[in-house]
């Protein structure tokens, strides 16, 4: 089992920035790619931004490309999202994910991680 929890959602302005967090325990942290979703209301939870087992390759949604940068540090078994110029449109409950799989997809669908963390809401005012 694979235990995931996020921090360091909440509220801010337009044009703003959050760093949230992802504290992973319970498996080899190292083994896992790690990914970020998230899902506003009324919506399905998207895919916001991925990165593999070393941390040499990542992944983003278009939504979130030149703004958003994932990293992780795997000596502390957590996975960072860094939000700049954040927008209105951001709004949603941000989940991070760890897959042992394969990837066949690049990790960017939601049936290709096998743990979840229960999510931080992010909040964006305008």
């Known amino acids: 089992q694979v235990q995931l929890v996020e921090s360091g959602g909440g509220l801010v302005q337009a044009g703003g920035s959050l760093r949230l967090s992802c504290a992973a325990s319970?498996?080899?942290?190292?083994?896992?790619?790690m990914g970020w979703f998230r899902q506003a209301p009324g919506k399905d939870r998207e895919f916001v931004a991925r990165?593999?087992?070393?941390?040499?390759?990542?992944r983003y949604a278009d939504s979130v490309k030149g703004r958003f940068t994932i990293s992780r540090d795997n000596a502390k078994n957590t996975v960072y999202l860094q939000m700049n110029s954040l927008k209105p449109e951001d709004t949603a409950v941000y989940y991070c994910?760890?897959?042992?799989?394969?990837?066949?997809?690049?990790?960017?669908?939601?049936?290709?991680?096998?743990?979840w963390g229960q999510g931080t809401q992010v909040t964006v005012s305008s």
């Open positions: 990165i593999t087992r070393s941390g040499g390759s990542t």
């Open positions: 994910a760890a897959s042992y799989g394969s990837g066949l997809y690049g990790y960017t669908r939601r049936y290709e991680y096998d743990y």
């Open positions: 319970g498996r080899t942290f190292s083994s896992s790619a």
